[in-house]
């Protein structure tokens, strides 16, 4: 953590009360949760419209890659969404990108679109999980099940196992020293 700078800002007391609303909800510090809201806007939310995001629901995004078939999905993911990720990445992580910098990115693109993430760490065999439950559709999971190969095995060349199911998407890779 870097070192901390007091600055003094005025702030509308309608917001100051529902950040500290939301502060106690979560358990935390008004304080914590203004620096949470920081750093969001500067690694996320500040660089969405520079790379072409836009807001979609879940039942919007279910409904859109349901109605596609699986060949549909594939040739969607191999010709659009691998440059478009990885070039996302890239430019959100100022052309940085190994892959633990690329699976930040990935993690927190995730957290920003509704999708809970879990990632794991067995240190006795130096493997990392990611379960990734959206609750959209199996043809979700497998869009970015293409796009995960690609990143690991073209890009990174390293093996990654992925399963897919209807709500969720898991995957692991061995870390090497």
């Known amino acids: 953590m870097g070192k901390n700078e007091t600055l003094t800002f005025r702030i ?3 917001n100051v009360k529902r950040l ?13 949760l203004i620096n949470r809201i920081l750093k969001g806007f500067l690694e ?8 072409g995001m836009i807001p979609l629901s879940k039942p ?16 969607i993911a191999t010709r659009v969404g691998r440059n478009e990720m990885q070039n996302a990445a890239m430019f959100m992580k100022g052309g940085k ?7 930040s990115w990935f993690e927190n693109r995730m957290k920003n679109s509704s999708i809970q993430v879990s990632h794991t760490f067995d240190n006795s065999n130096r493997t990392h999980m990611y379960i ?8 979700w999971s497998l869009y970015f099940k293409e796009i995960l190969l690609y990143i690991f095995n073209e890009i990174y060349g390293k093996r990654v196992d992925i399963n897919t199911s209807y709500k969720m998407l898991t995957f692991t890779y061995k870390q090497e020293d």
Request: glycine share 2%; proline share 2%.
């Open 12 to 14: 509308d007391q309608d």
């Open 44 to 51: 996320w939310h500040i660089f969405e419209p520079k790379v």
């Open 132 to 139: 990734l439950k959206h609750d959209i559709c199996e043809n």
């Open 97 to 103: 990108m190994d892959l633990n910098s690329f699976l």
């Open 20 to 32: 500290r609303t939301e502060a106690e909800s979560q358990g935390i510090s008004l304080n914590s």
């Open 60 to 75: 919007v995004v279910a409904e859109l890659f349901t109605k596609m078939s699986k060949e549909q999905i594939i040739d």
